[in-house]
């Protein structure tokens, strides 16, 4: 454990060079208006920002709520005047563009697990920092069809029990805690380091019918527990909440899946990959883990457009590897005990 404030853990990192110093300014601002929208998330009903949906959808097609929009719009503004060349976010269809000189560009998903708002369950921010696109005619979407490995930072608010960011520079990945004592976040867990092995998976498993059989054989191994072909028991967590699946599999480890599918909008899978995906890759490499589409490395993937959609699969970076294998080793379904193979003694 470590008592350094969230000021003080930047303040090393700007004497790099004066780009550190933007992205400094940047995480400083989106720290800020996060306490706001702590402040509206806490008062839950009893505050007008839950008092119903907005009328629209988003890009993903999902309703809007109040609470979406507020949250979007906070930190939109807390952005004026920050080093940041232009703004996008799940709710907005297109780029904002702020200030044109500037060397940032800011992806965000303004709130994370908003069909949880009503029910008490952690939310959160997710965010991602890039190099600003340059150039006298470049369209400001430009800045954010870039690969996820050139992202300069990344990271995540959760609003929850406690209130933390997760933060990751690129080399490491640290956890702070917001002190209502000391009214700043405090880093409490420094480099965090996800263990290789898993014991816990996460998995909507009603959509078990509509998996590719990759994925069904990999879930069916877990499930067979200690008498399977894996030989130990797992236990199975889903929270519908990325960032809360994302800090626990942090804090314990374990393996998180939200493949493609063979329902209608989730062919190419369902999560974003500029502003959540790609940043949630970043924090989980740096924090010695992986994260794949399932086979593709996510942060080697060049996005197609703001809004793209892709399967997502990250932690303990062994049963990330496994699950790959599962895809395009057809020698490892010989791995699995005949007894347990779908495709074995008790199936045609």
């Not at 000189?101 to 369950?121: E, H, T, W």
């Not at 889903?238 to 804090?251: F, G």
Request: include cysteine.
């Amino acid at each position: 454990m470590s008592g350094a404030t969230l000021e003080a853990y930047l303040a090393s990192y700007m004497t790099r060079d004066d780009l550190s110093r933007d992205v400094a300014a940047v995480i400083q601002r989106l720290a800020k208006a996060a306490l706001d929208i702590r402040k509206l998330v806490n008062q839950g009903a009893l505050g007008t920002a839950f008092n119903g949906t907005h009328g629209g959808v988003n890009t993903d097609g999902d309703l809007q709520k109040d609470l979406d929009i507020l949250c979007d719009d906070q930190f939109l503004s807390c952005l004026q005047g920050a080093p940041v060349a232009c703004y996008a976010s799940e709710e907005l269809e297109n780029p904002v563009l702020l200030d044109p000189s500037a060397r940032l560009a800011v992806a965000i998903d303004p709130l994370d697990g908003s069909s949880n708002i009503d029910n008490n369950v952690s939310i959160g921010t997710i965010f991602s920092v890039l190099p600003a696109a340059k150039g006298p005619d470049v369209d400001p979407s430009q800045s954010f069809l870039q690969p996820g490995n050139r992202q300069l930072a990344a990271g995540f608010f959760i609003y929850g029990p406690q209130t933390a960011l997760v933060l990751s520079l690129g080399k490491g990945t640290e956890i702070f805690i917001f002190s209502s004592r000391l009214g700043c976040f405090v880093e409490a867990y420094k480099s965090a380091s996800i263990p290789e092995r898993a014991h816990e998976f996460a998995i909507n498993m009603s959509n078990y019918r509509h998996w590719e059989e990759a994925i069904r054989l990999y879930v069916d191994d877990c499930l067979a527990g200690s008498e399977g072909p894996r030989e130990r028991d797992f236990n199975m967590r889903w929270i519908a909440s990325l960032v809360a699946e994302t800090y626990r599999i942090l804090i314990r480890g374990g393996i998180f899946l939200y493949p493609a599918d063979g329902r209608k909008g989730y062919s190419q899978g369902r999560l974003r990959l500029v502003y959540e995906a790609n940043p949630i890759a970043f924090i989980i490499e740096n924090a010695g883990g992986a994260a794949t589409t399932s086979i593709d490395r996510i942060l080697d993937l060049v996005p197609e457009n703001l809004h793209q959609r892709v399967p997502l699969v990250f932690g303990s970076r062994r049963e990330v590897a496994r699950i790959t294998r599962y895809h395009v080793d057809p020698n490892m379904i010989g791995e699995r005990a005949p007894l347990f193979g779908k495709r074995g003694l008790f199936r045609a």
